[in-house]
């Protein structure tokens, strides 16, 4: 598929468990990011990568949330000791190049995105 | 703080209708896209606006970009109910090292 696609789907875990969100972004994109999106609300930003590195995490919301990306196409979003907050639709978007470099190239290509609920 | 907001939140119109979406932002981007989010479904670009006047037209929706006033505006003509669905704007704030920022969303409902 030429899309971004997002493992899995559907996530329900225990609170305290770790869980493990993956992305796989249009070939040949540099940019990756994670947002997260609450019921009902808009999207709230996580983490950016340009290739392997991620200069902005800024939106991470504590330090449980961790993610990578290796070899400049897969990411994985770790979520640690979950909690029952951290349920929510966890996007994934990627696009050609990040950064001011060209305007058109910032525009991001969405996954259908993963459903954690935390119980 | 960067600051999106759109209104209205929620939109219930009647088909045939016009109507528009505003969406202000509080400091300086040349860029801002729009957005469409079905419900269940992901997000889905519309459009691209790239510099201050541009206008973007597809179907029944026109896009516009006014950066000295730091506002954008969707507008839906003769709406249909296929155009039911949440809308969303984001600034482009990479030129400063910062990402994307996200308008609150449009929840728009066309009645039949």
């Known amino acids: 598929g030429a899309g971004v696609s997002q493992s899995p789907s559907n996530k329900v875990t225990e609170k305290g468990k770790d869980v493990e969100l993956r992305c796989d972004p249009i070939s040949g994109h540099t940019a990756l990011y994670w947002y997260r999106q609450s019921l009902g609300q808009g999207l709230e930003f996580l983490i950016y990568?340009?290739?392997?590195?991620?200069?902005?995490k800024s939106g991470l919301p504590s330090d449980r949330f961790s993610a990578e990306r290796t070899g400049g196409s897969v990411s994985t979003l770790t979520i640690q000791r979950t909690q029952q907050e951290d349920s929510a639709v966890y996007l994934c978007?990627?696009?050609?190049?990040?950064?001011?470099?060209?305007?058109?190239?910032?525009?991001?290509?969405f996954g259908p995105g993963t459903r954690l609920t935390v119980l | 703080e960067l600051k999106v907001e759109q209104n209205p939140l929620f939109l219930s119109m009647q088909e045939g209708k016009n109507y528009t979406i505003y969406c202000n932002y509080s400091t300086t981007s040349d860029r801002l896209y729009w957005y469409r989010q079905d419900p269940g479904k992901s997000l889905e670009s519309l459009f691209v606006?790239?510099?201050?006047?541009a206008v973007k037209q597809e179907g029944r929706l026109m896009a516009s970009l006014d950066t000295k006033a730091r506002l954008s505006t969707l507008h839906i003509t003769a709406a249909v109910h296929d155009l039911s669905a949440t809308y969303f704007c984001?600034?482009?704030?990479?030129?400063?090292?910062?990402?994307?920022?996200f308008g609150t969303g449009t929840s728009l409902t066309v009645i039949p």
């Open positions: 978007a990627s696009s050609k190049a990040g950064g001011w470099s060209s305007s058109l190239y910032n525009e991001q290509f």
């Open positions: 984001a600034v482009d704030m990479t030129n400063t090292g910062n990402q994307f920022y």
């Open positions: 990568f340009q290739g392997n590195s991620a200069p902005d």
């Open positions: 606006l790239l510099s201050n006047g």
